[in-house]
Structure formats: C-alpha cells, structure tokens
C-alpha cells in the first residue's frame, strides 16, 4: 500500500497563489489514479483534481481554470498547483491515490489510501 504525505499548504491572501506536494512511497505504481480532495469545515470531503495513469486529468468545476495538477513520476510527487484563491477554497487538502476499500469513489477512480492532510487558509 501506498504512503502518502502532504506538504506545502498555508495561509494566502485572497487572489494568492500555494503549490501543495504529496510524495509517495512504499509502493511501485503502474496503473496509477492520484488525486486531491479537500475538506472544509462543517462540509463534506470533495474531489478537486486527480491524475491519471494514461494522462487523463479530472478538475472539479470550482477549480478549473484556477488549480493545476501535476506529477513528477521519478519523484513521485504529485503537485496542486492553485492560484486565484478565495476563502471558498480554504480548507484540509489531501492527496490520495486507489487503495483498498472503503474507497471515496470520484472521477472514475476509486480512492483508498490518503494523505495525512495539508491546511489552506484564504483570508479576504
């Protein structure tokens, strides 16, 4: 199972701009699906960019245009990067990648292993 770690959140000003990384580990991935997800308070958790194997990349509305997600496969490092930000955007982002169940179903991946999450904060 894959290891994942966050890093590189904080807090902005609206209009800001963050990178968030996530690398991973402990495992050899071919057929990969990675993605963030965020969740803020009192809300649910929401699919906001993922990865995949074959190039295919996924964006939820509320992000497009603004957010790009990237992978460094020798690194192992998946990126978001986000610009535009606004307080809507503030909350825990977590990178995550296909593993076991019980899996968070979005963009035709099915996700099951997580990061320990990375906050952003968006002040006015």
């Known amino acids: 199972q894959v290891q994942l770690v966050e890093s590189g959140g904080g807090s902005v000003q609206s209009g800001g701009s963050l990178k968030l990384s996530c690398v991973a580990s402990g495992s050899r991935v071919r057929s990969y699906c990675l993605g963030w997800f965020r969740q803020a308070p009192g809300k649910g958790r929401e699919g906001v960019a993922r990865l995949r194997y074959d190039g295919d990349i996924s964006y939820a509305d509320s992000v497009k245009g603004r957010f790009t997600v990237s992978l460094d496969y020798a690194k192992k490092t998946l990126y978001l990067e986000m610009n535009s930000l606004s307080p809507e955007d503030r909350a825990m982002y977590y990178c995550?990648?296909?593993?076991?169940?019980?899996?968070?179903?979005?963009?035709?991946?099915?996700?099951?292993?997580w990061g320990q999450g990375t906050q952003v904060t968006v002040s006015e």
């Open positions: 995550a990648s296909v593993g076991p169940p019980p899996r968070d179903t979005w963009a035709g991946c099915g996700f099951g292993s």
